[in-house]
Structure formats: C-alpha cells, structure tokens
C-alpha cells in the first residue's frame, strides 16, 4: 500500500476554495480575457435572483439562475466586444477580445466545456460544493497519481479544482495562477521562502512534481528512474 504524504495545509485550502458569491460574478470567462474562438460558453453566480440578462452588441437576452449560478452561450464574432450583465440589483460589465490565433494570453476552455458535455462532469444547475472529492470524475479521462508513494495534499484530498479551474484558465494546464505563484500561496512558510533565495528561484516544477512522486518532497525522478 503507498505511502501517501498528504500536506499539513488543509486550512489554507479551505481559504483558497470559492467563497459562496456575495453578487453578480463571472466564473468563465473571466470578464476582460482574450478568447480562441467567437462562440464562447458564460459561467456565472448570481445569488439571490431567479433569472438575468445580458445586453450585447444591441442586443438583450435573459438567462436563467438556478441555485446562483446560471451558463449562457454567445456568438461574438471576430474583434472586441462589451457586455453588461445584470441580476437583480446587480451588474457587471465584461470586454472580451477574440483572437485570430492563440497566443500565451489565450483563454482556453476546458474539452468538456468548449464541447457542451457539462453533464459528463456534473449538473450545471447543482449547488456548488467546493470542498467536494472531484477525483473520481477528473481520473475518468486523467491519469491517476494515488499510486505514487508521495501523493500532494490536494491530490490526495481529491481536491484538483484547487489548483486547476475544471472550466478553463490562460493555458492548456487550466492553472488558476502561475505555477510559482499557485506554489506559494500554500508553501510561504519561512523555510519554503528560505529555500526558494537558495534555488535563486529556479522554477518550482523543475524540481518537484506538482501531483505526486515516489521519492520525499515530490521530487522529480532521478535520470532513469521510475516516475
């Protein structure tokens, strides 16, 4: 039976987990991103309403909210455009570019998302549960690392949608932050810290695996080793 080294860090987890919204808010995409492609898919939370409407391009169509949360489809088309969505007593304004090709500022949509299958992962209108165990489901088409000896506290926990937005995010991997970044929002203790001035900052994946590994700290395999 592996080992599994599941991190001390469950408090600064629950604090990076989605807080129930307090008003209008846009999940995917985020409100001034630039997009790969004119038909996009709109995930938001709209607490406290039963419908909306967003009014774009002249243009005005309403949208269902159940359980605060509500997804609308829209064709843009090729250039800049604005939308203003509002719920109830709220409102938000969103300004999108649609891109000719991709590039590192890209938002990308998750497969699943980009091809209508929702209900493959989950019921769009459920009520969200951060905390919930998403393993199961992200191992159906992803690769399990449970197996490995020393398993990230996330993984452990089934806690992928920590690290990874399950809709879509500025680049193929779906971080909801740069690799460094996301690294020390939970590891900024002051040995952590210590240990980055040593590395002179040297990228956190170059060492460690984010997922799991077979030797202590989630260091990457030696040259010939096993993964």
Not at 44 to 56: C, K, N, Q
Not at 68 to 83: E, N, P, V, W
Request: aromatic share 8%.
């Amino acid at each position: 039976m592996p080992i599994r080294s599941v991190s001390l860090v469950s408090g600064l987890l629950i604090l990076f987990l989605r807080l129930p919204a307090f008003g209008l808010e846009l999940l995917t995409p985020p409100p001034f991103a630039q997009l790969a492609q004119p038909n996009i898919v709109v995930i938001g939370l709209a607490p406290g309403v039963e419908r909306g409407t967003v009014h774009w391009e002249g243009k005005s169509t309403s949208f269902r909210v159940r359980n605060g949360r509500f997804h609308i489809s829209l064709d843009l088309g090729a250039g800049t455009h604005s939308a203003r969505f509002v719920a109830g007593e709220s409102e938000l304004m969103a300004q999108w570019e649609v891109m000719s090709s991709e590039n590192e500022s890209t938002y990308l949509y998750h497969a699943k998302v980009e091809s209508g299958q929702c209900k493959s992962c989950h019921d769009p209108l459920a009520p969200p549960d951060p905390g919930e165990n998403v393993s199961a489901t992200c191992y159906e088409c992803h690769a399990s690392y449970n197996e490995r000896s020393f398993v990230h506290g996330p993984v452990g926990m089934g806690l992928c949608s920590v690290c990874h937005d399950p809709h879509g995010a500025v680049g193929s991997n779906f971080l909801r932050m740069d690799p460094e970044d996301l690294c020390t929002y939970c590891h900024n203790q002051p040995v952590t810290l210590a240990h980055r001035q040593r590395s002179e900052s040297r990228p956190c994946l170059e060492c460690h695996d984010p997922h799991g590994a077979r030797r202590k700290y989630n260091l990457n395999p030696k040259e010939g080793e096993t993964p």
